[in-house]
């Protein structure tokens, strides 16, 4: 029998990620849970016998396999830690905690019930990062010694929660940055880091309490390289988004980077010298890709896999950048 599943959040990209599950033919998608008609209606478009649930307790209460939580970020660990001492896997949007202490807590849950845990970081699943992480850990570029990475987003946010500390946890770095560093720590085998430091700015001024950073510059080591990023919401950019991620070895380089301002479609090259190989370049369904993989993962066992050891590395770096 197919693992069944329960969506709780189904706004554009829960949405997006129960297409992507049910595409894969590996899970049956049982119920939702959302306090928008709109929303419930258009999932069950994907899942037309859907059953429709009020609260995450009722959802628990049925014969389910394992929770997908598209929610506030406030909410996200609280629900992922219910949802696991009920048995359930989990695959959550991030971030999975607002601090490192929420992640902890959510990854002992997941351990001491031996149950799955995923989270959405989907930019590890463009075709370019993928064959970025190849160079990299097959030795082609050499001893990596610097990482720059950059996430602008010109628009920003379009829900009041995001402005809210409490609720969101911050502000770019937790919305944005927290892929750029998942994407370092990743390709760089997850080490540990130190020596951080950052300028967070709202509105132009420096960030004060009470309100969120719409602008940041950090930088950190990880496993002996240095690791400098900048991420904003609303900056004049030229452009819908700038992503880039650029890695420099010994004995090559490589760069990952959005096509035209777009958030969708990437280039990864390959550098030797003042020479450049392309690696990849879009159009790449990358989006769904991390709900796919945890959907068919579960499909084959619903056990903790180490691998989530490794979500604490990335929520112990936002709070070194946020001085927490």
Sequence with gaps: MKPRIGFLGTGWIGRHRMAAMVATGAVDAVAVCDPSPECIAEAATIAPTIRIVDTLDDMLALDIDGVVIATPSALHADQSIQALRAGKAVFCQKPLGRTAAEVDAVIAAARA??????????????AGMEAIAGLIREGTLGDIFAVDLTFHNAYGPDKPWFYDPVQSGGGC???????LVDLALWTLGF????DAHAALYAGGQPLHPGSVEDYASASFTAGGATVRLTCSWRLHAGQ??????DFYGTQGGAGFRNVGGSFYDFTADHFTGTATHRLTDGP????????AAWAQQLAHSHRYDPAADHFARSAEVLDLIYGR
């Design 113 to 126: 019930a031996d149950r799955l845990l995923g989270v959405d970081l989907s930019y590890r699943h463009t």
């Design 191 to 194: 080490p540990k880091a130190s």
């Design 284 to 291: 790449d369904d990358w989006g769904g890709r991390a709900a």
């Design 240 to 245: 819908d988004a700038v992503i880039a991620a």
């Design 173 to 179: 770095v937790v919305d944005l940055g927290v892929h």
